[in-house]
T-cell receptor, first 113, second 117 residues
């Protein structure tokens, strides 16, 4: 079956530090991969996505590359800001039923000034 | 001009009661979803409707009944509420098919925090 595994948080960084949040997945076929972000008290927002192997998704300084050989989609940012503090979710959509999403358990990021 | 809206934002009720949560999207999307987020932030899909037709129905107690009166609305009714139903419930929508290309980016509502006492 499909599943997504993320590193456990919380992750605490100082402003301008480098961020990596690990995400690996199990899926049949060729799923699309996503990162969503949830700010306190809000719903999830799409951060970036990649639909095929070796694609790189990027947005607001965040990047993630779809690595089929390692079944990974790690999120990175070169220099985090306090405003990046949020919970980050890795997700995939089923190859054969693209409406069906599987989310990781979320990683909370705290960025200190 | 909220894209996906849910009401109420907070719902506190007693065990055994019946309650409903409403969701509306003004994005013109074909597909809508209900998700449950537990206290550990784990997010799990419950139901999905495409153009008022049920397309995803996960292993959810039959006390939960979704209803889609039109493609812009998806409501969730819960009978005989239990303590374990306490969670944040998120509604979401996605465009569906753009031509023959699936376009499944999901747009989430702000969530409804349900507390069962």
């Amino acid at each position: 079956g499909n599943s997504v595994t993320q590193m456990e948080g919380p992750v605490t960084l100082s402003e301008e530090a480098f961020l990596t949040i690990n995400c690996t997945y199990t899926a049949t076929g060729y799923p699309s991969l996503f990162w969503y972000v949830q700010y306190p008290g809000e719903g999830l927002q799409l951060l970036l996505k990649a639909t095929k192997a070796d694609d790189k998704g990027s947005n607001k300084g965040f990047e993630a590359t779809y690595r089929k050989e390692t079944t990974s989609f790690h999120l990175e940012k070169g220099s985090v800001q306090v405003s990046d503090s949020a919970v980050y979710f890795c997700a995939l959509s089923d190859t054969y039923n693209f409406n069906k999403f599987y989310f990781g358990s979320g990683t909370k990021l705290n960025v200190k000034p | 001009d909220t894209a996906v809206s849910q009401t109420p934002k907070y719902l506190v009720t007693q065990m055994g009661n019946d309650k409903s949560i409403k969701c509306e999207q003004n994005l013109g999307h074909d597909t809508m979803y209900w998700y449950k987020q537990d206290s550990k932030k784990f997010l799990k899909i419950m139901f999905s409707y495409n153009n008022k037709e049920l397309i995803i129905n996960e292993t959810v107690p039959n006390r939960f009944s979704p209803k889609s009166p039109d493609k812009a609305h998806l409501n969730l009714h819960i009978n005989s509420l239990e303590l374990g139903d306490s969670a944040v419930y998120f509604c979401a929508s996605s465009p569906g098919l753009a031509g023959e290309v699936p376009y499944n980016e999901q747009f989430f509502g702000p969530g409804t925090r349900l507390t069962v006492l």
